[in-house]
């Protein structure tokens, strides 16, 4: 289904080369679901590969990846195994927030391209227990403090995925009564992660805590401040579509799997193959109905980003609407799947039993359902 939105040479190659990423994920499932970790080899495969540098501009030396290329590698990724997925994902949307807004200082941008080129890897760390979901505005309770040379941070950050491979994290925190980012590296003193990552599905992500106590940045460490100025002129975070991707790869991965099961399994009861019973046809019929619906939604929202970029500032509500419509339509694509397999789907060897647990992780990436309404619907007036 995804070779359809395929529309170049390049595209085309890039595909091929998350399908070979996208094997070793689903190679490796069971283990990384088991684990909750992604192997050291899968990384290390996707860094020797070039694959983790995509985003990374041409004139520093990467491939300068499309909203449209992202959103076409997520979902092929999401089709082998979702944490690995969403947790390269993040690494990805983070390098293309940067390759489209520029915020940073042209040295410090240039350096962390020439990092990622060398394999390094980066996400945010925004969440924290005090403000919850941070694309609800709430003041972080990181706190970042004025000292000679630079700043020392201390604070938590919970949901800091792909924790065990990072080399550096943009934290965010307050300075002087608004939010900044600070780049800070995993090997400074006073860093630390704490496992508290046991949950019910992605558990692959390794979102665990970030602990900072007492942490010396240098002056150049700080990236952006979030003052009333920059919050207006901001571009809406359109990086977010690595997640939805994510997410439809999951459904169709779950399709599959059903429909190995219809066309293998026929019980004494039936007189015709199972693939032919009217209630398992309007399943298949809903699931496509569906993914197709989202999907193009998805790729469309995707390419007016890249080919209109002078609308970009008035996007915010279709990109958040595309993950909202995505996720519903994945979770209610793997419900399905599992109606058709029936109890068999509960058992921990079938993949569908994973898929649904990840699938559900769905509802609490960003953005949340209900900012993506309040955001439509504000649009009205």
Known sequence: MIEKFVRNDRQKELLHLASKHRAELKESAEQIDEEARIPDSIIASMKDSGFTSLPIPEEFGGKGLSLYELVLIQEELGK?????????????????????????????????????????????????????????????????????????????????????????????????????????????????????????????????DLVLKDVFVPSEALLEIYDKERKTASLPPAWLLHIPAVYLGIAESAREEAVKFVTSYQPNSLDIPLKDVPHIQDKFGRISLALLSARHFLYSVAEQWDQYPEERMNMQGQLFAAKTQAVKAAMEAVDLSMRIVGGRSLMKKNQLERLYRDVRAGLHNPPSDELTLQVLAMKQF
């Not at 980012?181 to 979102?207: A, C, H, I, P, Y």
């Open 80 to 208: 082998g195994e979702g944490a690995g997925a969403l947790s390269i994902g993040w690494h990805f949307g983070i390098l293309k927030d940067l390759q489209d807004r520029r915020p940073w200082n042209f040295h410090t941008y240039k350096d962390l391209c020439k990092n990622v080129l060398n394999g390094a890897l980066v996400n945010r760390a925004q969440t924290e227990e005090e403000t919850g979901d941070p694309t609800r505005g709430g003041l972080p309770a990181t706190i970042a403090t004025e000292v000679e040379g630079g700043y020392q941070l201390t604070g938590r950050k919970t949901f800091t995925t792909l924790s065990p491979h990072l080399d550096s994290v943009i934290v965010k925190s307050t300075l002087n009564g608004v939010p900044a980012d600070f780049l800070v590296s995993m090997n400074q003193k006073g860093v630390s992660l704490e496992q508290t990552w046991e949950v019910l599905g992605m558990r692959g992500t390794r979102s665990d």
